[in-house]
């Protein structure tokens, strides 16, 4: 047995086989065969396990994104069953005598290159898509290559560090937990397992193997543990804790249904953070009072383009149609930092998270901003929602901002578009700035909710992705604390409520504190919400 430490970031404990995370190969490698045969019979294989992967993704979209949006995986089927695209893969690999991977990339950058020169808009689209099916059979071909083995069981995943784009990538039903040599606690895919209610362990070293790939484990995310190959007394203890969390779990259950009040009869909203349609699921089954963070980026992260108005209108509509009239707060998109995208082609910055990121990125590229701003404004005849916006530092910011949402709105009533005409709209406190002028921000708009993550990496000036920070990277902090008291105050004064929508509002050890504060609002990952409303049924603010 293998004992290795690191840092873990939501509780819990999984037992199954290791499975480090397959990156898709950057750089096709071409060699010579001689079996040519056995080439073709490589490629057919792997073109009948890309049409299973697009089949199950297309069952998958139509659950969570609709018809509509769905279609797409249908024409890559078509697109890999095209005659004139096997045969090409095929010619290749007999003509130069080279390896199947290198004659499906060549005829994917062929194929979309006569795509994008044709004058048809519909088929210059299908340039990308050509290359999407033909980047899928590589990765196949790639894995198959290297022995890897794809397992129909949930597995832990290891992995070097993952991105937030290969984290929502991944399909979540096969992941029991995630253990990574790097990584910090404040980081998305820290974020992304606590919403999945998945145990993680991040910043385990290099003493995170790939040569215990497939083997037995278990990840104890209370205590930041990975057991590789357990002996069987481990294997029995860690079982039993396995097995009492989860009757912990069950027993919270019971609180489904009952009001999230304090035994002095406050009330406090109790919503959830999610990062796509299928966590609303998860927050629907965990009895969120609503959504009070949909970290919208994430649509983009899935996508290999910038997803578009009806795409987006099509997730808000059935994420406000999913809470049935509970509140939906989405935020506006908040990339850059840690969440980069490639087709938005982000020049490579010295300080990204002090870059051109969030909201910055959208009052210079109007037209991605106005986009999301019209699928919001149409999804919110369809339910409650509220729109945020992040990273706010000034007057001026949120004016504009304003001005154009009204510009947006007047197209809409022009065109007889309906949308709810009092849409609520609020904006993230994550700078020293909104909160020194929170006063003034407060007269602007309808809510704050404070994103701590931010708050405490730009008030301490310590980056929230950098592991070796993580032992100063102190959320209980005065300073944030008064911070938050600043910022509650001016929404109070100004007649606007105010919620935390950043880790911090979870940690059950500041609720007190918070419900002192008079708090309104705290939104947590789903797995949290059930013990939250525990401990605030438990509590009596006047006594405090
Ligand atoms: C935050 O900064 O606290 C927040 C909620 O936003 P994100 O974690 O997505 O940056
Ligand atoms: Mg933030």
């Not at 997730?315 to 908040?334: F, H, P, Q, S, W």
Request: net charge negative.
């Amino acid at each position: 047995m293998v004992t290795l430490k690191g840092k873990g970031v939501f509780g819990g404990v999984a037992i199954g086989k290791i499975s480090f995370y397959q990156r898709a190969e950057s750089t096709i490698k071409r060699y010579h065969v001689d079996d040519i045969d056995a080439e073709l019979k490589r490629v057919e294989d792997a073109k009948e396990k890309a049409l299973e992967e697009l089949k199950g993704l297309y069952d998958r979209a139509v659950a969570e994104v609709g018809e509509a949006n769905a279609l797409i995986f249908e024409v890559h089927q078509m697109m890999l069953e095209d005659l004139d695209y096997q045969e090409s893969i095929a010619n290749i690999i007999k003509t130069q005598n080279v390896n199947a991977e290198y004659a499906v990339g060549t005829t994917g950058d062929n194929f979309s290159q006569m795509f994008a020169a044709m004058d048809d808009e519909y088929f210059k689209e299908r340039a990308a898509d050509v290359k999407d099916v033909s980047e899928r059979l590589v990765r196949i071909l790639t894995s198959a290559a290297d022995g890897e083995v794809v397992s129909d069981e949930p597995v832990i995943v290891a992995s070097d560090d993952l991105v937030p784009s290969e984290t929502v990538q991944l399909d979540k039903s096969k992941v029991l937990a995630f253990v990574t040599q790097f990584g910090s606690v404040n980081s998305h895919t820290a974020i992304i397992a606590r919403t999945l209610n998945i145990p993680a362990i991040v910043d385990i070293g290099a003493d995170l193997k790939e040569e215990y790939n497939h083997k037995l484990a278990i990840v104890d995310g209370f205590t930041g543990t990975l057991y590789v190959e357990p002996d069987e007394e481990t294997l029995s203890v860690m079982t039993r804790k396995r097995d009492e969390d989860l009757a912990k779990k069950a027993l919270l259950q019971e609180l489904k249904g009952k009001e999230t009040v304090t035994l002095d009869g406050r009330k406090v909203n109790l919503y959830a953070n999610i990062g796509n349609v299928a966590d609303a699921g998860i927050a629907l089954q965990n009895d969120a009072g609503g959504i009070g963070l949909f970290r919208s980026e994430f649509l983009y992260l899935e996508n290999t383009d910038y997803p578009s108005e009806d795409q987006q209108f099509l997730v808000y509509k059935t994420v406000a149609e999913n809470m049935a009239g509970k509140k939906v707060i989405i935020r506006t998109l908040d990339i850059g930092a840690d969440k980069q995208i490639g087709y938005f082609d982000l020049p490579k910055e010295e300080n990204p998270a002090l870059g051109y990121r969030a909201i910055r990125i959208c009052l210079t590229r109007y037209d991605v901003f106005k986009t999301q701003l019209r699928a919001l404004l149409r999804a919110s005849a369809f339910g409650k929602i509220s729109i945020m916006f992040p990273m706010i530092i000034s007057l001026e910011e949120v004016r504009e901002i304003k001005g154009i949402l009204e510009e947006v709105k007047a197209e809409l009533r022009e065109a007889k578009v309906p949308f709810d005409e009092n849409i609520e709209t609020g904006i993230m406190i994550e700078t020293p700035a909104a909160v020194m002028i929170s006063d003034l921000l407060a007269k602007e708009v309808d809510f704050f909710s404070v994103g701590t993550n931010d708050l405490t990496q730009y008030t301490l000036a310590i980056d929230r992705q950098n592991p070796k920070l993580d032992k100063f990277y102190n959320a209980h902090h005065t300073a944030i604390i008064r911070m938050l008291e600043i910022a509650t105050k001016n929404a109070h004064d100004n007649g606007i409520w105010i919620g935390i929508c950043g880790e911090l509002g979870a940690d059950l050890e500041l609720t007190e504190t918070f419900l002192k504060m008079g708090i309104d609002e705290l939104s947590v990952s789903p797995a949290m919400i059930l013990p939250l409303r525990k401990k605030i049924r438990e509590t009596d603010v006047s006594k405090l």
